[in-house]
Structures are given as structure tokens and as C-alpha cells.
């Protein structure tokens, strides 16, 4: 009889225990969250994450607080998150920057494969190649030609060494055999400021950031990289109908937690993101940006950060760029 007394006690404390766990499983989040976002606000990564962060919030239950890091090409926020807790409260907003980083820094203080779990894609954006109105060229062939008749005269900026923008510049140069001059910048509004000024020729630029200076006829706009053209400038080509296919890079923003993060968190959280990425407010606020919206689940967005990081990689070797 005393056995089974025993018995009894230990299924009732094992089925308590089971079920507290269950309950504070299915309790998160019980407070706000974070998203550190590692480059200053206002910029495409800070807009994206404050949109999607509020449709968290509404079906999290939690605020969901936006944080800026800036610093380091996106290092000093990524490096933060890593070192969070993982319990699912700390979020980073990565970029394809910090892929391309990977290769770009001999000594990184994080990996993004290792210390981090994707969660969700949330949008991507294709790379624009812009001029100065002055510039004789209206197409990519155009300008290659004129690239080619100018030599090193020909300058293009980017937002900083090693950045998307930089790498692209040097792919068109490796395809079209021009010796443009790489100008960097401190960051991708300066580097615009001086191609709309004519100090620079041209840049390869997100969409989203030169949309209005393009629409305003500021900018002439020559290609978009990929394969289709982009809805919101539906009379620029995409690279795909030039003879310059391979110039298919794009940037994408996606959300992650250290590695670590309980299984159930990395669904809650996921789910979360992609239905809010669904939401038909949502979708509008990043088609308006010239975003196009992804919202994929973790599985797909893994696998997709270690084939950018090894692409990046490459195109990183090509170049020769490294940190400043």
C-alpha cells in the first residue's frame, strides 16, 4: 500500500512539474521584447523593423521595443545580441551587411551561422544602379562603354567598404572590364548626396533609398539587379536583360536570437513575424518603401543566411576589399 502511495505522489509531483513547464512555456512572452536594430534610425533596416515590430506587438500581447546600436558596418549591435540571454526577449535585425561581413573582417567577435537562429526573412530589396543625370549613358551597356572609354576617371560610391553597394560596383567592373574608381563613404546617404551633386558618377544603391530622388528626375536610373524589373519602377530594366545577368544581388533584412533559444520560443517568435509580415498593412507600408515583402519561416531563412554567407564570401574575395 506504502508503494503505491509513493507511487502516486511521485506521477501527481512529475505531472505538476510537467504541467508548470508547460504553463510558463506557454506563458511567453510575459514582457516586452527587443529588437536591436545596428545601424542608426531612420535607414531601410530601422523602418522595416519598427513596421514589423508593431504587428509583433499586437499579436505577441508584448511591446516590442526598437533599439539602436549603429556601429562598426553593423558589428557592435550583432555583437550585443549575441552575448543577450537566450530567451527569446533579445531580437537582432541583421542585414545581408552582416553576411558580407563573415568575410569582410578577419576577426569577428560573433558568427551569424553559429551564435544566431533565423527567424524570418522579412523583406529584400534590389540593388539600383543610378547616375548623375549628366552622365552620357541611359542604359547598363551605355555606361559600360563610357566606363571603359574614361578609365580610372570614372568614379562610383558606396555607403562604405565592403558594403553591397561597393561589391556590386566592382562585379560591374570585373564584368564590363572598366577601371572605375571606388569611392566609400561613411555611410549610403552621403555616398548619394555626392552622385546627385556630380562628384561621383554613380553608385549601386538599395531601392528603397533612392526611390524619390529617382521618381523626382534627380537620379537617372539605369538597371535593377535580378531577374524581373521592380513594381515600383516598372520602366527601368532588370540586369537579367542586359549582358550582365550574373548582377543578381539583393539586400534582405531578416530578424534572429542567439543560438540557445528554447525550440518553442523560435516557433513562437517565427510565427509571429511571418503572420505579421502577412498582414495587409504591413505588406503595403514595405511595398511603399520599394520593399519586397518575404515573411518565410525559420527553416527556409537558416539555410538561406549560410548560402548568403558563403555567396558573399566569394564576391568579398573577387573584390579584394577588407575592413578599414
Known sequence: MKTFVRLGARLGLAFALTWTAGAAHAAFPDRPLRIVVPFAAGGATDVIARTVAQAMSTRLGQAVVVENKAGANGNIGAVTAARSEP?????LMATSAHAINASLYPQLDYSLTRD??????????????????????????????????NGDRVNFGSGGTGTASHLAGEQFNALVGAKMT???????????????????????????????????????ALAVTGAQRHSALPD????????????????????????????????????????????????????GLGADPIGDGHAAFQAYVIQEVARWRVLVKQSGATAE
Open 182 to 220: 571606388h569611392v566609400p563613404y561613411k555611410g549610403g546617404a552621403q555616398a548619394l548626396n555626392d552622385v546627385m551633386g556630380g562628384q561621383v558618377q554613380l553608385m549601386f544603391a538599395n531601392l528603397p533609398e533612392v526611390l524619390s530622388q529617382v521618381q523626382g528626375g534627380r537620379l537617372t
Open 87 to 91: 530567451d527569446g526577449y533579445t531580437l
Open 116 to 149: 544566431f537562429v533565423g527567424l524570418s526573412n522579412l523583406a529584400s530589396v534590389p540593388l539600383l544602379l543610378v547616375v548623375n543625370p549628366k552622365v552620357p549613358a541611359a542604359t547598363a551597356v551605355e555606361l559600360a562603354a563610357y566606363a571603359k572609354a
Open 236 to 287: 527601368v530594366p532588370s540586369f537579367a536583360e542586359t549582358p550582365y545577368a550574373e548582377m543578381n544581388a539583393r539586400s534582405w533584412f531578416g530578424l534572429f536570437v542567439p543560438a540557445g533559444t528554447p525550440a518553442g520560443v523560435v516557433d513562437t517568435l517565427s510565427t509571429a513575424i511571418t503572420q505579421s509580415v502577412a498582414d495587409a498593412s504591413v505588406q503595403d507600408k514595405l511595398k
